[in-house]
């Protein structure tokens, strides 16, 4: 069943359009779960008053998404969302699990937000340093963005498209997940010679590329379908430890096909440089 993500400014109507989507669904016989980070963390101004509080509640919210994320429940996840590159990891669990996903993005001026939070109880409003914060830091989701699509913008007063959303969810085929994420039967017998190799190849032709061009350019690797992409320089050391760590997941997942292991490590770098 999908993951439907909501995001935006406090007070903008996420609760009240994760409520709607819920009558909606389960008028129409399908199980629905809402995971909302005020019931993870009740204290609005607690869950974001420094970065590590927010980081807790940002990895309890994604461990709630994978533990329900399954094929009996639609999950909708009512949380600011506002972190492009969270959204990029919530958007990999759904694709992992071979699931649907979408983004709606509730949106209303400021002010109005802000006099919606001065109208809750005093223990339910954001302080105007948490909410002026958290207004400054949102990143508005773009459609442009495979992560941030299919993309729903609802204003204050809109309809919700509850229809589209339903077709969006449920008439389209989940995203294959990338073959470094599966597992698949090992046959060659000089698999683990072949993954060290290929693997200090594409790190030799990535940094000869970023010694050339430049960071911020898509640098082609030899062997690999899809180019090396970052948008700051990566060093040795950085490249290194994420080869590391591909190495050691791809050991216990090796795949049959080995001349797919220059695309899948470029892959692995690609998503561990994007979140």
């Not at 461990?63 to 990891?89: F, H, P, Q, T, W």
């Not at 809750?120 to 954001?126: G, K, N, S, V």
Request: with cysteine; hydrophobic share 30%; proline share 7%.
């Amino acid at each position: 069943m999908p993951l439907i993500v909501l995001c935006g400014i406090p007070c903008s109507g996420k609760s009240r359009t994760s409520k709607k989507l819920k009558d909606y669904f389960s008028s129409h016989s399908k199980h629905v779960q809402i995971i909302s980070d005020h019931d993870l963390k009740p204290g609005r101004n607690d869950a974001y008053e420094d970065s590590r509080s927010e980081k807790e509640l940002r990895g309890s919210l994604k461990a709630a998404v994978e533990r329900l994320l399954s094929k009996e429940s639609v999950v909708i996840l009512d949380s600011l969302n506002y972190i492009k590159g969270y959204r990029y990891e919530l958007y990999c669990v759904s694709k992992h699990n071979k699931t649907q996903h979408c983004v709606i993005h509730c949106v209303a001026p400021i002010e109005k937000c802000r006099e919606w939070n001065q109208a809750r109880e005093p223990t339910q409003r954001y302080s105007d340093e948490v909410f002026d914060g958290l207004v400054m830091r949102f990143e508005e989701p773009d459609s442009r963005n495979r992560w941030d699509n299919p993309l729903f913008t609802v204003l204050a007063d809109d309809e919700l498209p509850l229809e589209r959303v339903r077709e969006a969810v449920f008439e389209r085929n989940p995203p294959k997940p990338n073959p470094s994420t599966q597992a698949q039967p090992l046959s060659s017998g000089k698999f683990l010679y072949d993954l060290d190799r290929v693997t200090q190849d594409a790190i030799s032709a990535i940094l000869e590329a970023q010694r050339v061009h430049g960071a911020g350019q898509p640098a082609a690797v030899p062997h690999s379908d899809d180019p090396f992409q970052s948008m700051r320089p990566v060093t040795m050391a950085e490249l290194r430890r994420y080869r590391k760590q591909f190495i050691t997941y791809t050991k216990m997942h090796p795949v049959e096909e080995t001349d797919r292991l220059t695309t899948m490590f470029v892959q692995y770098l690609n998503n561990c440089l994007q979140t």
